[in-house]
């Protein structure tokens, strides 16, 4: 006889049905699981095996087949051990089959039996919903799932012993509350800036638009500061904008204690970010920075130091307000509408355009200008201007004065006296002279 459990497998914030298997039929004694699973799947025999003898039950010496089904969606994550094992116990009669089909189960088994947090609790339960299922969850993430219908069955028990009683009727498990993060911390108001009349004006018709923004000034300006206030002066949360960011930062893991928060995000990678932090994607796919950020605020200051190709990648999720990641298995896709705020200095020492740095400069070195200038992107993200080549700032592009030429044994040379013992594979050819005009 098969016993069945479903799961879910996500894909981008959608949670796709999977059906759990359960064979125990006889031949040599083996635990196999087969439906394309990954490695953290595939390690969950040993976690099953062990949960269940905390439990007080044991395997039994025959052939266990698992199969996750449809066998060609990719099952990547850890809570797949929870579906498995209450499977597993309703093949062996420890718990009721007929019961466990009602719901849709997901949550990590640690080896004492106990059941562990997973992400995307909240997708999951929104799954489960639509399918017209009740949830099994771990009892961390039983608040999260609550927020998904208030009339839904959810059982959000601490361990396998507890569950197992419940469905006994020894030990009813009581439906746990939605609940919200209590945001202690109090957020940087823009108030507490002095002067800066037009930055902050512009700061305030960027958020009452949700317009994109490039602050250019000088180190100390208060580029940073002003962007981190930002967040103080945005509206709430609609409950359904409230719901598009949970399930992002759900199925991120981000959600603290099973609590959602109404705050806006606010996301700040660091200008060393890689492509698959800012933009999304990796081995398992996961949302970026840009989805983490989805109808919020992501703040890349120092915009230059970000590496070309990934501002370039940030082009298709800020047009088309989706990232879209795909793989040669599978396609992914995460919403990441944002409000792009960045900052930077004008050129590399920062005080170009001041009078004082720019007299006296002689010639502008190129490498010394902008790099990564934000004209060469054309999604419009300038303030009030379009790209077009600006002239390169002379203020950081001084001619360095010159060290003195040294000897080979290391002594200074004197003025015109010719270095004669050099070696002639040391010192590069000259360059050619450039042809005479006529
Ligand atoms: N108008 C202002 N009102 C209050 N404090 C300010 C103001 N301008 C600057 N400051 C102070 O100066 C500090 C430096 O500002 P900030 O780091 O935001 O400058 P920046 O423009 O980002 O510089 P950099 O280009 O070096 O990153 C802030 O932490 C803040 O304390
Ligand atoms: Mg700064």
Redesign the pocket.
Known sequence: MVSRVTTVAFQGIEAQPVDVQVQIGPGQVAFTIVGLPDKAVGESRERVRSALIASGLSLPAKRVTVNLAPADLPKEGSHFDLPIALALMAAMGALPAAELERYVVLGELALDGTISAVAGVLPAAIGANTLARCLICPAPCGPEAAWADPEMEILAPVSLIQLANHFKGTQILSRPQPKLSANPSVLPDLS?????ESAKRALEIAAAGGHNLLMI??????????ATRLPSILPPLSPRELLEVSMIASIAGELADGKLSERRPFRAPHHSASMAALVGGGIRARPGEVSLAHNGVLFL??LPEFQPQVLDGLRQPLESGETVIVRANHRTSYPSRVQLIA?M?PCRC?HAGEPAMSAGAASAAPQNTRRACPARCSTGWTFGSRCRPSPPPTCCARPRPKAPPRSPSGSPVPAGARPSATPRSASPPAPMPPPAPG
């Open positions: 507490e800036v002095r002067g800066q000034g000088p180190p100390g300006a208060g580029k940073s500061m002003l200051d120092e900052a200095n920062g």
